[in-house]
């Protein structure tokens, strides 16, 4: 396998290696394993890699790679093995309960299935990314601050859903979701953002449309996007810089521009497809 | 295949023995308890004779005592609906701790020992210890249902829970939301429409109940209904049952609107 040789060759230029300008960098993964269960095998292989404070970065890899393992272990959604995640100058790894709470909600996450809550309503699924910030009584009276409320409906517009707040979630098509989808973690009001296979359900011109609308996130909102995606196509065109996986391990990380044929073939072994 | 040339008496289906010999069994065991039980023909015929006097004793039925069967119907009533809406309320933080994906095994386990064992008796057995236990009248009877609402809504309510699109909770955990807010926002919106239903169901049912819980002391027209069949007050008995459907088909059509309420 090619992977092995590539993956030890010194990354591309310009790309920043890790624990370099470390004020610079909102997230810095160092090391990171994981493994479910013990003896069994490790899906994440040591990943060490840090993130610009915006812009959009893709993660490209083959299914099963520890892709989304490694997206969903940042807000811990899964819990990793061993390493070290900082973000905003704390380890989450070592993250107590509550303090994990308040720090995940910090970092909106976009589904690939989308993860409405389905028989709740427009507005009330976008007010969900208030959840971190709001006292249980007033969900329960669905009593949210007028504030809220106000941003709610202007993300609404911005995703282009504003005459659809009151409708149920499950009425919605899978575009229309994926922008709820996307209000809701803005809602949150982020530093981070991460997408897990936001596009997989979604036909080709709806794909582009929710990565335009993310990368549009990322630039006015200046959040850095991470996003998980298996479509080299829709990575090359809307990230500035991209990770390749293969097998747990990073093997390329750099620019849209410098990913090649070789490096595709190193992430997603065989050539056939390429031609 | 030599069968299928000798003739075609090749086989579809297995025959299946251990079946056979099961429902053989069965019907032997029927006719046997039957015996020990005295079940005869004749029994069933001095039955008939009997039953055929007793419904000539009921009609017409007796209206003139109104009085006292709307007080007892009305009781009932008001049995059924403070133990509904006593057991409702319970199941629902009882059912959301049975609820194993939610809840660590120490909580669900004993939460749903205690469901368990409202479930083992029949209402009318807890209003017999409700009647020892706190004396005579509805309170005790309306113990009694609130423990078979607890039986029955926090189990169902449990089961309905353990079915939810965890991808839904976890999109809202991710937010950061508390435990309460996961489960208000993304859990309850997930089973309310069920949770409805199993408790315009125990409504019934605990209607149903209500009108019985008299007869061992618990309040209600069951205690009068009892009384006349004490007293073979025959036609009286015949009002009272009346009533008790015309309670019960109203209470179903209440059932029906509240579950079109919240689909």
């Known amino acids: ?275 | 295949m030599t069968a299928a040339s000798a003739g075609g008496d090749r086989r579809a289906f297995r025959a299946n023995w251990p079946a056979r010999a099961g429902l053989l069994a069965l019907v032997l065991y029927v006719l046997y308890a039957g015996q020990i039980l005295d079940l005869s023909w004749d029994r069933f015929v001095f039955g008939l004779d009997q039953g055929g006097r007793f419904l000539s004793r009921l009609v017409p039925p007796d209206f003139t005592r109104w009085s006292l069967l709307l007080d007892g119907l009305l009781e009932s009533l008001q049995i059924a609906i403070i133990a509904t809406v006593l057991g409702v309320a319970v199941s629902l933080p009882v059912g959301l701790c049975a609820a194993r994906n939610l809840m660590p095994w120490w909580v669900s386990t004993p939460v749903r020992a205690f469901i368990a064992v409202c479930r083992s008796f029949h209402p009318i057995i807890v209003a017999i210890v409700f009647v020892k236990a706190i004396g005579f009248g509805a309170l005790a009877g309306i113990l009694a249902l609130v423990v078979a609402s607890i039986g029955f809504v926090a189990k169902l309510f449990a089961e309905a829970i353990e079915e939810i699109s965890m991808k839904q909770v976890e999109a809202v955990r991710a937010t950061g939301a508390s435990f309460a807010n996961v489960v208000t926002m993304g859990v309850l919106p997930q089973v309310l429409a069920r949770f409805i239903g199993f408790a315009t169901y125990q409504l019934d049912s605990n209607l149903r109940n209500s009108t019985m819980v008299g007869i061992v002391g618990g309040g209600g027209i069951g205690g009068t209904l009892f009384a006349a069949f004490q007293r073979f007050d025959y036609d009286f008995l015949c009002a009272i049952l009346i009533a008790i459907i015309a309670l019960i088909m109203l209470g179903e059509l209440l059932a029906t609107r509240l579950r079109a309420i919240f689909q």
């Open chain 1, 1 to 275: 396998m090619p992977d092995g040789t590539l993956a030890g060759r010194p990354a591309p230029a310009g790309v920043a290696a890790a624990g370099a300008g470390r004020d610079a960098h909102p997230l810095v993964v160092r090391n990171l394993v994981k493994r479910y269960g013990a003896g069994r095998p490790e899906v994440l292989k040591g990943i060490s890699l840090s993130f610009e404070p915006r812009g959009v970065v893709a993660i490209i890899g083959p299914s099963g790679t520890g892709k989304s393992t490694f997206i969903r272990c940042i807000n811990r959604l899964v819990e990793p093995t061993s390493g070290e995640i900082r973000f905003m100058g704390r380890d989450i790894v070592s993250l107590g309960r509550q303090e994990l709470r308040l720090v995940r909600r910090r970092i909106g996450m976009v589904f690939q299935e989308y993860n409405l809550v389905e028989r709740l309503s427009v507005m009330e699924n976008v007010l969900c990314g208030r959840l971190g910030y709001v006292p249980a009584w007033r969900a329960w009276l669905r009593r949210y601050p007028q504030a809220d409320v106000e941003q709610a409906f202007d993300l609404l517009d911005m995703v282009g859903l504003g005459d659809f707040v009151h409708q149920r979630a499950d009425s919605l098509s899978g575009g229309q979701r994926q922008r709820v989808g996307i209000a809701r973690a803005v809602m949150q009001d982020p530093d981070l953002l991460l997408a897990d296979e936001p596009t997989s359900s979604l036909d080709p011109k709806t794909s582009v449309e929710i990565m335009e609308l993310l990368a549009r996130v990322a630039e006015q909102r200046h959040v850095p996007v991470l996003v998980n995606i298996h479509d080299v196509t829709l990575a090359r065109r809307f990230a500035g810089r991209i990770v390749g996986m293969s097998e747990g391990r990073v093997v390329y990380d750099g620019p849209p521009d410098g990913l090649e044929d070789e490096h595709l073939r190193a992430i997603y072994g065989g050539e056939d497809w390429l031609s």
